[in-house]
C-alpha cells in the first residue's frame, strides 16, 4: 500500500485545494526554502494518518492547523490521501477488495473532526486499526524518522537500544500484552481474594449461621414434642386433682362454720373487758391530775438545776481559756526547747570549728614569724656587709654574728642533750628499784585489773553510744508536742461531753431488734440529719419553731424498721418514727412561694432551703420544713402571711409564729443557743476532737517506731553513766592504795624516761640543724669573699622575695587573726542566747505552774457545781417517780387493753379469714367443676384416656412420672421453646440449601481462576522462551544489516551492536565502532557527521527487518556532509526496493537519487507545489547525449 496522491486544502500554509500526484512507488523526494511549506506536505499525510500529539506536527491545537487559524476566510482543513492498494499480500484488514483506498481527515473550526474512507464517514479507531494493520501506526510512528530521532538514538542507552530491537522483531507486543496477562492475573487474584473473603467472611459464617439455625430448629421440634407429652401428664394430672377437689369440698365447708360461731363467742367476752379496763384508765388519769396540782417543787427543782447548769458552763468557759493559755504556753516552752537544742548543737559545732581554726591560725602565725624573723637577719646580714667601715669587717662583722649565734644553739642542744641523759640516767637507776615493787603490786592488785576493765568498758559504750543515731532533744520535742496534743484531746472530749449532756433531750439508742440487723437503715433524729449552713446560723430559733416536736422525730428506712424499733428495739423514751417509704412530704407551690419574694425580696425563704441534709432523707425534711416560711421580721410574717396569693404558716427571726389562720405563738428563746447551734458546735467539737486524736494517733505511731532506738540510747547511756561513776570510785580507791601509789610512780618514771628520750630527739635534731647552718654561713663567708658584688645581690634578692612572702603572708594572718575573732564572739553571743533561753524556759515554767494552780481551782469549784447539781437533779427524780407511779399503771391498763384489743382483732380477722376460706373453697369447687369440663371440651383423649389416669405402667403413672416435677420441666420446656420460637428460622431448611449451593459454586469458581491463573503463568513462561529466540534472530539479523548499511554509508567502517561487557541480551545493547579497522571505546570518540550516520544506519536496519509500506524521513541528513549524502541517497535508492520513500531534504546528494522531485514555492501567501520525474529527464538526456 502506497500513496499515489494527496490532496491538502486549508490546511496549514495550502490555503486553496493543492493536489499532489505522481508520487514514485519507491523513492520521492520533497525540497524548497525554508517556510515555502515542504514539512506541511509531511504533516498533513501525518494528519490523515491520525496522529495525536500535535506537537509532532508543530501545533499546539487544532485551530493551529487551519490556513491562517481561520482569519482568512479559511475555516476548515482537508487533507485526503489515495493509496494504491494492489498488492493484495500487504493489504488492510478487510480492505481486500479495494485497489484503491481513499482516507479524508477533516477539521472544522470550533475543534469538529471526521474521517471519511472511500467516502463512508468513519471513526477515528477505525482509521487507526487500517494504518496499524499495516505497520502505519502514527502514534508509534517507527515508518516516520526525524532529525530529532537521530539525536534521540545517539543519546539512547542500552535498554533503549534493546527495546528498538524489540519493537522491530514485534515482541513488543509480546510485553504489552505480558503487563494485560499480568493485569488480568492481578485481576484473578483480586477476584480470588473476593472470593475467599466472600467465603469467609459471608458464606461461610451464613453457612455457620444456618447450622446453629438448622440445629435450633430441631431442637424447637423435639422440644415441642416434648412439651405435648408433658402437657398431657400435668393435664391428666389437675384433671384428677380437680375431680377429687369437687369431692372432698363440703366437709370443710361445715368444720370452717362451726369455728366462726366459736369466734363470735370470744369476741364479745373481750368487747367487755375492753370497756372496764377504758374506765379504770381514765380513774387513774383523774388521780394524777389531782397530784400534779398539789406540788409545786418541780419548778423549783428546775430553776436551779437551770442555775447550776449556767454556772458550770461559766467555770467550763473559764476552763477552756485556761486550758487555752496552758497550751500556749507549753508550746512556746516546746518551742524554746527546741531552740535550745539547736544553739547547744550550734555552739558545740561553733567551738570545734574554733579549736581547729585556732590550732590552724597557730601554726600560719608560727611559719609567718620564723619567715620574718629570717628575712629580719638576711636585713641585717645585708646592712652589715653593705655599710661597714671595710669591705672585709662589715663582712666579717656580719657572718661572725650568725656563726656564733649557730654555734650557740648547737652548744645549747648538746646541753640538753647531756642533761637529759643525765636525767634518764637517775631516772633508769630508780626504775631499775621500783618496777619490781610495782610489777609485784600489779599481780597483787585486783583493783588495778577492774580499774583497767572498767576504762575499756566506758571506751566501749561511748563508741557504741556515738554509733547509734539518736538526738535527746527530739525525744523531748516529741514528748513535749505528745503532751500538748493529749491535751487538746482531754479539752475537747470534755467539751463533747459537756455540751452531749446539754443536748441529752436529741439522744436517741436503741437494741438492735433481731439478728443481723441493719443500722444503716436507721437514720436518726430529724435534728441530726439537718447540716446549718454558717450564713443562715441567726434562722437556727426560727427553724427549731417551725420543726417543733418533729425535730425528735426518728427517720428510718421504712415502716417495717419503724415497727421493728417500736417492738424490740428496747427504746428508753418514746419516740415518733418517720419511715421514708410511708411520707407523704409535701412543699409550697412554687407560684404562692415566687409570690412571697416578691411582696419582700431577700426577707422571706423557705424553710427547706435554709438547711443541707442527704438526699436519701429529702422526703423527711421536706414533711417536717417544706410547708413553712422564715421571715426576717414580725412585719414580713404578717405580710406575707395573710396575703391571699400567699396564705402559709411563718416564723420570724425572734420565733414568732403566724398563722393564715389567725393563730399567734410567741416567740421563745431556748436557754442557750438552741438545739441547732449546740449541735453545730458539738460536731465542730467532734470534728476538731478526731483531728487531734489522729495528730495523737500519728505521733504515738511515731513514737513507737523510734521506740527501739530511744530504749536502746537510754540503756547505753545509762549504762555509761553506770559505768563513767565505777571508774571515778576506782581511780579514789587506786589513789589511796599503797600498790597503786607504787605503780604510779613507775608509770610516772616511764612517762618522764620517754619525756627525756624525746627531748633528746629533738635537740639531736636543733644540734644538726645548727651545725648545718654552722656550716652552711662557713660557705657563704667563702663564696662572699670570692664574689662579693653577686653574693650581695643574692642576699638582696632573697630579702626581697621574703619581704614579698611576708606581705602576702601579713594578709592571711591578719584575715585568720579577724575570722578567729570573728568566730569567738559568735561563740561568746550563742552563750548568750543559751542564758537567755535558759532564763525564758524558766519564766514559761512559772507561767505553766501558775495556770495549773489557776486550773486546779476551776476543776474544784466545777465538781462542786456538779455535786450541787446532782443532789438537785436527784432530788427533782424522785418527784417524778411519784408521778411515773401513776404512769406505770396507766401503761399498764393501756398494755391490756392493747393485748385484748389486738387479741379482739385477731378473733375478727380469723373470723373474716374463714369466711373468706369458705366462699373460696366453694368459688374453688365451682372452678373445679367448670376446670373438668372446660378440660374435657379442650382436650379430647381425656375422655377417652381418664380411665388410665394414675394407674401405674400407662403414660400417666403418676409415681414414676412426678407431676410437680414435670410441671417444672414443662415451665422450662416452655421458656426454652418461647426463647428458640425467637431464634429460629421457619425457612432455614431451605436457606441452608441455597447457601450450600452457592458455596459449592462460589468455590468451583475459586478453582476455576487458579487453573486459569496457572494456565496464564505458564503461557508466560513459553512465551518468554519465544520471545528470547525472536529477539536473538531479529539482533543477529539487524546486527548483520546495522554492519553493511554503514559500511555502503562510510566505506572502510563496520559498526555491530552488541550487550555491554559481562552482561547478556536482555540486559540491553550498545553501539560499537570500527574505523579503519580501530574499534573505538565510545561515540563521542566520533565527528557529528560519523554519530548520524551511525544512528541512520541503525534505522535503516530496523527498518529493513520488517518494511513498512512507506517511509518519511524528514531532513535526516542535515548533519551529513554532501559525500555521506550522496552515499545515503544511493543506498536508499538501491537497498529499500518494496517500500515507498518520502523524504524531505535541503540537499542534492539526497534528492538528485530520488524519482520524483516536488519543490515548494512561497507565493502570494500560499504554498505550491511543482513535481519533476528526475528519472525520466535522466534518461531524456542521455538519450540526447547518445544522438
Known amino acids: 500500500m502506497r500513496i499515489e496522491e494527496v490532496v491538502i486544502e486549508g490546511f496549514k500554509s495550502y490555503a486553496a485545494r493543492t493536489h499532489i500526484t505522481g508520487w514514485d512507488p519507491e523513492f520521492n523526494a520533497i525540497t524548497g526554502l525554508n517556510g515555502s511549506g515542504k514539512s506541511n506536505i509531511l504533516d498533513a499525510i501525518c494528519f490523515v494518518l491520525g496522529i495525536t500529539n500535535l506537537s509532532q506536527v508543530r501545533a499546539t491545537n487544532m485551530q493551529d492547523l487551519i490556513y491562517k487559524r481561520g482569519q482568512a476566510g479559511v475555516n476548515k482543513a482537508s487533507v485526503t490521501i489515495t493509496f494504491n492498494n494492489e498488492d493484495k499480500n500487504s493489504s488492510p484488514v478487510s480492505f481486500e477488495s479495494y485497489d484503491k483506498i481513499s ?32 505497520q502505519l501506526n502514527i502514534n508509534n510512528p517507527h515508518f516516520l524518522i526525524m532529525q530529532g530521532r537521530i539525536t534521540k538514538v545517539l543519546n539512547m542507552k542500552p535498554p533503549e537500544i534493546l527495546a528498538m530491537i524489540e519493537e522491530a522483531s514485534g515482541t513488543r507486543m509480546f510485553e504489552e ?67 377429687e377437689r369437687v369431692n372432698k369440698s363440703s366437709a370443710d365447708v361445715d368444720a370452717k362454720k362451726k369455728k366462726i360461731r366459736d369466734l363470735e363467742t370470744f369476741s364479745e367476752r373481750l368487747k367487755e373487758e375492753i370497756a372496764h379496763l377504758e374506765d379504770d384508765i381514765k ?13 409545786d417543787n418541780i419548778q423549783e427543782l428546775e430553776n436551779s438545776i437551770m442555775e447550776f ?8 468557759t473559764k476552763r477552756d481559756l485556761n486550758r487555752a493559755s496552758i497550751d500556749k504556753e507549753t508550746k512556746n516552752k516546746n518551742v524554746l526547747l527546741c531552740n535550745k537544742a539547736e544553739i547547744n548543737q550550734v555552739l558545740l559545732q561553733k567551738s570545734e570549728e574554733y579549736k581547729k581554726l585556732e590550732t590552724q591560725f597557730e601554726e600560719i602565725k608560727r611559719d609567718h614569724d620564723e619567715k620574718s624573723e629570717q628575712v629580719r637577719k638576711a636585713e641585717l646580714l645585708l646592712q652589715t656587709l653593705s655599710t661597714g667601715v671595710s669591705a672585709q669587717e662589715g663582712h ?50 585486783e583493783l588495778l585489773k577492774d580499774y583497767e576493765s572498767a576504762k575499756n568498758d566506758v571506751q566501749n ?49 436503741y437494741s438492735d431488734p433481731t439478728s443481723n440487723f441493719d443500722r444503716s437503715k436507721v437514720k436518726g433524729l430529724v435534728a441530726e440529719l439537718i447540716n446549718l449552713n454558717p450564713q443562715y446560723a441567726q434562722c437556727s430559733t426560727a427553724l427549731e419553731i417551725c420543726a417543733g416536736g418533729r425535730l425528735y422525730n426518728v427517720v428510718v428506712e421504712n415502716d417495717n424498721v419503724g415497727s421493728q424499733l417500736l417492738e424490740k428495739g428496747k427504746l428508753r423514751k418514746r419516740v415518733t418514727m418517720i419511715p421514708l417509704n410511708k411520707i407523704k412530704a409535701s412543699k409550697i407551690p412554687t407560684e404562692r412561694l415566687l409570690n412571697a419574694k416578691q411582696l419582700a425580696p431577700e426577707k422571706v425563704h423557705l424553710a427547706l432551703s435554709l438547711i443541707g441534709y442527704d438526699d436519701e432523707v429529702t422526703s423527711a425534711m421536706e414533711f417536717v420544713f417544706g410547708n413553712t416560711l422564715i421571715c426576717t421580721d414580725a412585719d414580713t410574717c404578717k405580710r406575707v402571711t395573710f396575703d391571699k396569693k400567699v396564705r402559709t404558716k411563718s416564723v420570724s427571726l425572734e420565733g414568732d409564729v403566724y398563722d393564715p389562720f389567725g393563730t399567734l405563738q410567741g416567740g421563745s428563746k431556748p436557754s442557750f443557743d438552741g438545739i441547732l447551734m449546740g449541735l453545730k458546735t458539738l460536731k465542730e467539737y467532734k470534728k476538731q476532737l478526731e483531728t487531734y486524736q489522729q495528730e495523737l494517733d500519728d505521733l504515738n505511731a511515731e513514737i513507737k517506731c523510734i521506740q527501739k532506738v530511744i530504749d536502746e540510747y537510754n540503756k547505753t547511756k545509762k549504762q555509761l553513766d553506770l559505768k563513767t561513776h565505777e571508774v571515778t570510785l576506782l581511780e579514789e580507791q587506786m589513789n589511796n592504795s599503797r600498790d597503786s601509789q607504787i605503780i604510779h610512780i ?55 622575695k621574703g619581704k614579698s612572702e611576708i606581705a602576702q603572708s601579713d594578709q592571711v594572718v591578719i584575715n585568720m587573726q579577724r575570722h578567729v575573732r570573728t568566730m569567738r564572739l559568735e561563740i561568746k553571743q550563742i552563750e548568750e542566747d543559751l542564758l537567755n533561753a535558759n532564763d525564758e524556759i524558766e519564766n514559761v515554767d512559772n507561767n505553766i505552774k501558775q495556770l495549773s494552780q489557776i486550773a486546779e481551782s476551776l476543776r474544784n469549784e466545777l465538781d462542786q457545781f456538779k455535786n450541787s447539781l446532782d443532789q438537785v437533779q436527784a432530788e427533782l427524780e424522785k418527784e417524778r417517780e411519784i408521778l411515773s407511779a401513776f404512769d406505770e399503771e396507766i401503761v399498764e391498763f393501756q398494755t391490756a387493753v392493747k393485748a385484748k384489743t389486738s387479741q379482739l382483732t385477731e378473733a375478727q380477722l380469723e373470723m373474716s379469714k374463714i369466711n373468706h376460706d369458705i ?19 379442650e382436650h379430647d383423649w381425656i375422655v377417652n384416656q381418664r380411665q388410665h389416669f394414675g394407674k401405674p405402667n400407662t403414660p400417666f403413672d403418676f409415681k414414676n412420672q412426678n407431676p410437680n416435677e414435670c410441671k417444672k420441666m414443662l415451665r422450662q420446656l416452655e421458656l426454652n421453646r418461647d426463647k428458640l420460637r425467637k431464634e429460629i428460622n421457619d425457612k432455614v431448611m431451605n436457606m441452608i440449601d441455597s447457601v450450600e449451593k452457592k458455596e459449592a459454586s462460589l468455590k468451583q469458581d475459586l478453582n476455576t481462576l487458579e487453573r486459569d491463573k496457572k494456565k496464564i503463568e505458564e503461557t508466560l513462561v513459553s512465551l518468554g522462551n519465544y520471545k528470547k529466540d525472536a529477539l536473538q534472530q531479529t539482533w543477529e539479523k539487524v546486527n548483520a544489516d546495522f554492519g553493511a548499511i554503514f559500511s555502503d554509508l562510510l566505506p572502510d567502517s563496520f559498526a555491530k551492536i552488541q550487550p555491554p561487557e559481562g552482561q547478556g541480551l536482555m540486559n540491553g545493547l550498545e553501539i560499537k565502532v570500527s574505523l579503519g579497522g580501530i574499534w573505538k571505546q565510545s561515540l563521542s570518540e566520533l565527528s557529528g557527521g560519523q554519530r548520524s550516520l551511525v544512528a541512520l544506519s541503525l534505522i535503516l536496519s530496523l527498518l529493513q527487518f520488517k518494511p513498512a509500506p512507506m517511509y518519511i524521513l524528514d531532513e535526516v541528513d542535515a548533519a551529513l556532509d554532501l559525500s555521506h549524502t550522496q552515499n545515503m541517497g544511493q543506498l536508499l535508492r538501491t537497498r529499500f526496493k518494496g517500500s515507498q520513500f518520502i523524504v524531505v531534504s535541503l540537499k542534492d546528494g539526497m534528492f538528485n537519487n530520488a524519482n520524483v522531485l516536488f519543490r515548494t514555492r512561497f507565493r502570494d501567501g500560499t504554498s505550491i507545489v511543482e513535481r519533476t520525474s528526475q528519472r525520466q529527464e535522466l534518461e531524456r538526456r542521455r538519450t540526447q547525449r547518445s544522438r
Not at 447548769?309 to 467550763?316: A, L, P
Not at 633508769?428 to 610495782?438: F, N, Q, R, T, V
Not at 496534743?485 to 446539754?502: D, G, H, I, Y
Request: aromatic share 4%.
Open 103 to 134: 482516507v479524508t481527515r477533516q477539521i472544522i473550526m470550533g475543534g469538529q473532526s471526521k474521517y471519511v474512507v472511500n467516502g463512508t464517514r468513519a471513526q477515528q479507531q477505525t482509521v487507526g486499526n487500517l494504518f496499524q494493520s499495516v
Open 177 to 243: 500484552r505480558k503487563e494485560k496477562a499480568l493485569k488480568t492475573i492481578a485481576n484473578k487474584v483480586k477476584k480470588l481474594e473476593e472470593i475467599n473473603m466472600l467465603l469467609n467472611e459471608d458464606i461461610e459464617p451464613k453457612m455457620e449461621r444456618l447450622r446453629a439455625e438448622k440445629r435450633s430448629y430441631l431442637e424447637y421440634q423435639k422440644t415441642e414434642s416434648e412439651i405435648d407429652r408433658l402437657n398431657r401428664i400435668v393435664t391428666a394430672f389437675e384433671y384428677l386433682m380437680n375431680l
Open 283 to 295: 380513774q387513774t388519769i383523774h388521780k394524777k391530775e389531782m397530784e400534779l396540782g398539789k406540788s
Open 309 to 316: 447548769s449556767n454556772q458550770i458552763v461559766r467555770i467550763n
Open 396 to 445: 666579717e662583722n656580719g657572718y661572725m654574728q650568725q656563726l656564733e649565734e649557730a654555734r650557740n644553739n648547737a652548744s645549747h642542744a648538746s646541753a640538753e642533750i647531756e642533761q637529759a641523759k643525765l636525767k634518764i640516767s637517775h631516772l633508769s637507776k630508780e626504775l631499775k628499784e621500783k618496777e619490781p615493787l610495782a610489777i609485784k603490786a600489779v599481780k597483787n592488785n
Open 461 to 509: 559504750l561511748m563508741i557504741a553510744l556515738s554509733k547509734i543515731n539518736w538526738d535527746q532533744s527530739k525525744e523531748k520535742c516529741l514528748l513535749n508536742k505528745k503532751s500538748i496534743v493529749e491535751n487538746k484531746v482531754k479539752e475537747f472530749t470534755e467539751k463533747c461531753e459537756s455540751l452531749s449532756s446539754q443536748l441529752s433531750i436529741i439522744e436517741f439508742s
Open 746 to 800: 613507775v608509770e610516772n618514771i616511764k612517762s618522764q624516761i620517754a619525756e627525756h628520750e624525746n627531748t633528746i630527739v629533738e635537740s639531736q635534731e636543733k644540734q644538726r640543724a645548727a651545725l648545718d647552718s654552722y656550716q652552711r654561713i662557713e660557705e657563704e663567708m667563702n663564696e662572699y669573699k670570692n664574689n662579693r658584688d653577686s653574693k650581695l645581690k643574692d642576699i638582696k634578692e632573697s630579702v626581697l
Open 919 to 937: 366462699e373460696k373453697v366453694q368459688k374453688d369447687v365451682v372452678a373445679a367443676q367448670q376446670s373438668v369440663l372446660r378440660m374435657e371440651n
